[in-house]
């Protein structure tokens, strides 16, 4: 629950700033009623920004708005998985289909082994060291006769077969938060303005 209320808050955080982009007059439907056509885009091809819909969202902002959206888009970025992409497909799970799945993911710290008469202890030979463990995965191998000292940790990671594709639930989020305050929040960047007092000023939503 917890994940999925930092999901929606990301996807809202995006869906405010295209709303705040498009002039008043477009943001209603003939009839008076909110258009609820108007949300960011998140296009992994190329094409999809040409289709209908998309053309009338673009051509709805303002000329630099509009080069610096396309910009920020996944189908302009080699970085696989893409922060945006991530975040619009666990956004529409969570709200549409089933809860955001997250999973314990085992990690080794320590692992050492004691022979008789050994001063120092050694290494044990790892098998596996992190990821979401199957009934019966084998961890370690020693030899018998030795004492053992293992010392683990747990990360939580969304499932590798849903959206999150597996990544790592705090660092997963962080990503997408650092992407938007850091590509896609100077895009609401206003040009200098000169106020009365002729000093410069910028106005940002935040």
């Known amino acids: 629950m917890l994940a999925g209320d930092a999901i929606q808050n990301l996807r809202a955080t995006l869906d405010h700033l295209i709303w705040a982009a498009i002039p008043h007059t477009e943001r209603v439907t003939p009839t008076g009623q909110p258009n609820r056509t108007i949300q960011f885009p998140v296009w992994d091809r190329g094409d999809e ?4 819909q998309s053309r009338s969202l673009l051509e709805k902002l303002l000329p ?3 080069e610096r959206l396309l910009a920020v888009q996944p189908f302009n970025s080699k970085e696989r998985p893409h922060p945006l992409s991530v975040l619009r497909d666990l956004s529409k799970a969570d709200k549409h289909r089933e809860l955001t799945l ?9 692992a050492l082994s004691f022979g008789v008469g050994m001063s120092t ?3 044990l030979k790892r098998l596996s060291d992190v990821g979401d463990l199957q009934d019966h995965t ?3 191998r020693e030899a018998k006769g ?6 683990f940790e747990f990360d939580v990671a969304f499932a590798k077969d849903g959206p999150g594709q ?6 997963g989020l962080a990503r997408i938060a650092s992407f938007i305050r850091e590509n896609v929040l100077p895009i609401w960047v206003s040009p200098i303005e000169w106020a009365p007092s002729g000093l410069a000023r910028r106005t940002m939503i935040q």
């Not at 920004?49 to 209908?52: A, D, E, I, Q, Y």
């Not at 597996?166 to 660092?171: C, E, F, K, Y």
């Open 102 to 110: 997250t999973f314990p993911m085992p990690r080794i710290v320590n």
């Open 138 to 140: 084998e961890l370690l």
């Open 64 to 66: 630099d708005v509009r």
């Open 146 to 151: 030795k004492l053992v000292d293992v010392a």
């Open 121 to 123: 202890p050694s290494p």
């Open 49 to 52: 920004s040409t289709k209908p």
């Open 166 to 171: 597996g990544l790592l639930l705090i660092d």
